[in-house]
C-alpha cells in the first residue's frame, strides 16, 4: 500500500497479474480477472500493458512478450510503459500463473480502497463547505449503489432483437397534441420573469381538468398533476390559479386532479427521493411539474454535464418508473444575441438539460414589456419524436389590483402571421412617422421664407432651413402643390440674368404657421393595425392588415 498523503495501490499485484497473464492467458475466463478493466489499475505502465493484453485476448493473438513489445511499437507506446525491461519484469515476477485470480482480487481490492480514499476526500470538503447533510447522503447513496454492481454481478441489460422490436407496441402517445409526449422528460424554459410559472399553472390545470392548454391545444385526457413550486411563494400560485381557472369558467376549489406543494426534492439525495416515493405513495399523481430547477440542484459546476447527467438521471429513471411524465421550469440564458428572437433549444441554462430532456416548450419576448400591456411572447415547441411548432401568444392579464382576480386572456397566431402583423405594426409606425416630419417641415419650409419676402433660392432655403435636400424637395413639391408657395425669378449679385427660387405665396405673408398641416400621407382607417382571436373551437387565428399598410402594399400619396 502507499505512503501517507496518496491513494491507495498495490504495485507489485498489477504486476504480478500481468506476469500471470502472459503465463496463463485462460486468466481472463475467470470472473476475478473478467470483472477488471485497465481503469483499475492504478500504475500507468501496468495499466497500458493490461490494456494491450486484453485487447489481444479479446482478438484471439496469442499472448507472448514479443507480440506484446511489436504491437506498443507500432502505437508508439513502447517507450512509454518502460520498454523491455519493464515487460520482462512483469513475466519473471511470478513463476507461474497459478496465482492469478488471487493478484486480480488483490488489484480490484485496492481499487475499492482508492474509490473510498478519494469518496472520503470529497465528503470532507463538502463538510468543510457545510453542504446540507442530505446532500451528503445523496453522494454517499451514489456510491454504495454503484458498489453494488462493480463486479458486474447485475442483472443483464434487456435486450430486444429486430423481431421484437418490430413488431412491439411502443407507440408514443400525448398528453397534449403536438405538444407534450407521455412519459418523456421535458421543460418549459423562458428567460427570468417571461411567465415561466403561470404556463406551467396553465398546463397543470389543464391538464387535471382535461380542458385546452392555453384555450388552444387540446388534452387528449385528464391526469393527475403534482406541481412542485418554490419560487413564485403559496399566494401568487393561488391568485394565478384562481385566475386561469375562473377565465375558464371553473372553480378551482372544484379540482381534484391538481395538487401544490411549497418544497422541492433535492436532486441526487436518497433521502429526498424517498420523500418523494412516500409522497407518491400518499398522492399519486401522472405528471411531476418541478418549478424551478435550479433550486432543486446542489452545489455543483452547472457547467459539468457529466455532473448534471448522474443528478437528471436517476430522478427522471424514478418517474419513468411510475410512468410520471416529468416537467421542468427552467431559465434560458441571459446576454443573448437577439433577446426577441424565438427562442432555441441551446439558449437553456446550464450543460446537460437540452440533452436531458425529450421535448421542450420555450417562451422569449416578441417586444420589450411596458405593462399593462399585453405579454407578446414567442412559443417554441418541439421534440425528439419529432413534433415542433412556433407560436406567438398574446397574454393580456390586465392591470394589477390587489384583492383582485387577474384577467387571463391569451390569443394565439401561427409563427407566419405574427411575422406579418409586425411587419404591419412596423409600417404603420413608419407611415406616422412621416406624417409627423411632413408636417414639421411644412412648417419649417414656411417659417424660412417668411424671413425672405422677394423670395430665395433652394440652396439658400436649404441653409437656412437646416432641411436635407430631400425633405426640402418633398416640401416645397407639396408646398406649391397647395398653393402657400410660389416660384419666382431672382437676381442676385447684380447679375442681369435671373434665377429660379423660391417665396410664400400672397396671401401667407404673416400668416401663422404654426397649425399649418399639408397631409403627405393618408390617415389609416380607424381601429387596430390587425385583429387576432380565437374562435369557437380552438381553430386557427385571423389576421388581417389594412390596405396601404403592409409591406408590398401600394401606398398613396396625397399632393
Not at 433521502?271 to 433550486?295: G, H, M, S, W
Request: aromatic letters at 8%; charged letters at 25%.
Amino acid at each position: 500500500m502507499s505512503g501517507d498523503g496518496l491513494p491507495p495501490a498495490d504495485a507489485e499485484a498489477e504486476k504480478q497479474l500481468n506476469g500471470s497473464l502472459f503465463w496463463m492467458p485462460e486468466l481472463f475466463d475467470f470472473p476475478e480477472v473478467a470483472r477488471l478493466r485497465p481503469h483499475h489499475f492504478f500504475s500507468l505502465d501496468q495499466r497500458r500493458i493490461f490494456a494491450e493484453l486484453f485487447a489481444m485476448r479479446a482478438e484471439g493473438v496469442a499472448i507472448d512478450p514479443a507480440t506484446l513489445g511489436s504491437r506498443l511499437k507500432a502505437q508508439g507506446e513502447f517507450e512509454a510503459v518502460g520498454g523491455q525491461a519493464v515487460i520482462a519484469s512483469a513475466v519473471k515476477s511470478v513463476p507461474h500463473g497459478g496465482h492469478g485470480r488471487t493478484f486480480a482480487d488483490d488489484v480490484f481490492r485496492a481499487f475499492r480502497h482508492r474509490e473510498q480514499w478519494l469518496l472520503v476526500g470529497r465528503l470532507q470538503k463538502q463538510i468543510a463547505d457545510k453542504l446540507p447533510p442530505e446532500d451528503i447522503d445523496g453522494q454517499l447513496g451514489y456510491y454504495l449503489e454503484n458498489v453494488q454492481h462493480a463486479d458486474n454481478t447485475a442483472d443483464a441489460f434487456e435486450v430486444l432483437n429486430c423481431q421484437q422490436l418490430a413488431e412491439g407496441a411502443f407507440d408514443l402517445d400525448y398528453l397534449i397534441d403536438n405538444v407534450m409526449p407521455k412519459g418523456q422528460p421535458g421543460v418549459i424554459g423562458a428567460p427570468p420573469k417571461t411567465m415561466k410559472t403561470t404556463f406551467a399553472v396553465d398546463l397543470g390545470l389543464s391538464l387535471a381538468t382535461g380542458g385546452y392548454f392555453l384555450g388552444y391545444f387540446r388534452v387528449r385526457q385528464p391526469a393527475r398533476v403534482m406541481m412542485f413550486s418554490a419560487e413564485s411563494g403559496i399566494g401568487t400560485l393561488q391568485l394565478t390559479a384562481k385566475s386561469i381557472a375562473a377565465e375558464a369558467g371553473l372553480d378551482l376549489a372544484s379540482i381534484t386532479n391538481l395538487f401544490w406543494c411549497e418544497q422541492l426534492p433535492k436532486l441526487g439525495s436518497d433521502r429526498q427521493l424517498a420523500r418523494l416515493e412516500a409522497t407518491y405513495k400518499r398522492t399519486p399523481f401522472d405528471v411531476l411539474i418541478f418549478d424551478p430547477l435550479y433550486k432543486g440542484l446542489p452545489n455543483i459546476d452547472p457547467k459539468n454535464i457529466f455532473a448534471q447527467g448522474e443528478l437528471l438521471e436517476p430522478f427522471s429513471r424514478w418517474c419513468c418508473e411510475r410512468g410520471i411524465t416529468l416537467v421542468f421550469v427552467h431559465h434560458l440564458k441571459k446576454g443573448v444575441a437577439d433577446p426577441y428572437a424565438p427562442p432555441e433549444l441551446a439558449d437553456l441554462s446550464y450543460a446537460g438539460i437540452a440533452e436531458h430532456v425529450r421535448w421542450w416548450l420555450l417562451l422569449s419576448r416578441r417586444e420589450k414589456y411596458i405593462p399593462p400591456a399585453a405579454h407578446r411572447l414567442w412559443m417554441a415547441t418541439g421534440g425528439s419524436a419529432g413534433h415542433s411548432g412556433l407560436w406567438a401568444i398574446d397574454v393580456d392579464q390586465g392591470e394589477f389590483v390587489p384583492g383582485q382576480l387577474r384577467k387571463w386572456d391569451v390569443r394565439i397566431q401561427n409563427a407566419q402571421e405574427a411575422q406579418r402583423a409586425a411587419a404591419c405594426r412596423e409600417q404603420e409606425a413608419k407611415l406616422a412617422k412621416l406624417k409627423v416630419n411632413a408636417a414639421a417641415d411644412q412648417q419649417t419650409l414656411l417659417k424660412t421664407l417668411e424671413r425672405f419676402p422677394e423670395g430665395e433660392t433652394k440652396t439658400g432655403i436649404r441653409n437656412a432651413s437646416l432641411l436635407r435636400t430631400e425633405r426640402l424637395d418633398e416640401a416645397l413639391r407639396v408646398a406649391i402643390a397647395a398653393g402657400t408657395v410660389v416660384t419666382c425669378d431672382l437676381f442676385k449679385s447684380g447679375k442681369k440674368t435671373p434665377i429660379g427660387g423660391y417665396r410664400l405665396a400672397t396671401s401667407t405673408t404673416g400668416t401663422d404657421h404654426r397649425d399649418s398641416s399639408v397631409p403627405l400621407l393618408p390617415d389609416p382607417p380607424a381601429g387596430r393595425p390587425y385583429v387576432i382571436g380565437r374562435p369557437p373551437g380552438g381553430g386557427p387565428l385571423d389576421s388581417e392588415c389594412p390596405p396601404g399598410h403592409c409591406p408590398g402594399d401600394p401606398v398613396e400619396v396625397r399632393s
